[in-house]
């Protein structure tokens, strides 16, 4: 079982939808969260990071934890095309520097 | 201000050349980090730098993979005698020493094909 898992899809959705991403992992010792939009061709792109269990939003992103259940969600309101792209997971444990990621989930925004 | 910048953005090489990937990182930023993005699979880390020195290579597959980093700054990584298998996208990210791991900024990569 890989520590991290992620559907890399493909998800397609219409313009102005709700979208959820989704991670599990195994490692309990995961402290903290962060997701990463990639465009093709470019390198990643730092969404978001959580610390703890809860709910981090900012602007249309949300970012959820529940270490309770090792699953953690990317929630993206009113979709736009131009938020097309993979989105990975990557977690890593407390300061340590080694990011452990998912292999990404493409999403395709339909105008 | 500038990002992480990688050169070459594409290479293509023939099997058994050497390869050298360059990474310049954001200006302050102490650590750096290379990974690997092989298709259909997720970034893979191969080794990171805190200032000049490597603390960890336990990432890099092979001792074919080496790399260096000169003046707290540019990272070199090479690869040696290339195999098709090396082929795959190598991203170069760097933190600031505050904020550490979980703030990561990536380079957009360089593409290695071997033939």
């Known amino acids: 079982q890989k520590e991290v898992e992620q559907d890399p899809g493909p998800l397609s959705v219409p313009e102005g939808a709700i979208v959820s991403l989704n991670c599990t992992y195994s490692n309990s010792a995961f402290q903290y969260f962060m997701w990463y939009r990639q465009y093709s061709r470019k390198g990643p792109e730092l969404l978001m990071y959580t610390y703890s269990s809860g709910n981090k939003e900012d602007g249309r992103f949300t970012a959820q934890v529940d270490k309770s259940s090792k699953y953690i969600s990317l929630f993206i309101r009113d979709s736009q095309p131009s938020d097309s792209a993979t989105y990975l997971c990557a977690m890593n444990v407390g300061s340590n520097y080694k990011l452990t990621f998912g292999k990404g989930t493409l999403l395709t925004v339909n105008p | 201000g500038a990002g992480v910048s990688q050169s070459p953005s594409n290479k293509v090489t023939e099997k058994g050349k050497d390869v050298e990937l360059r990474c310049d990182p954001i200006s302050g930023h102490t650590a750096l980090y290379w990974y690997r993005q092989s298709l259909g699979q997720g970034l893979e880390f191969l080794i990171y730098?805190?200032?000049?020195?490597?603390?960890?290579k336990s990432g890099l597959p092979s001792d074919r993979f080496s790399a260096e980093r000169t003046g707290g700054s540019v990272s070199t990584l090479t690869i040696q005698r290339t195999q098709q298998e090396d082929s795959a996208v190598y991203l170069c990210a760097s933190s600031p020493q505050t904020g550490g791991a979980k703030t990561q900024y990536f380079g957009p990569g360089t593409r290695l094909l071997v033939l």
């Open positions: 730098f805190q200032g000049n020195s490597a603390p960890d």
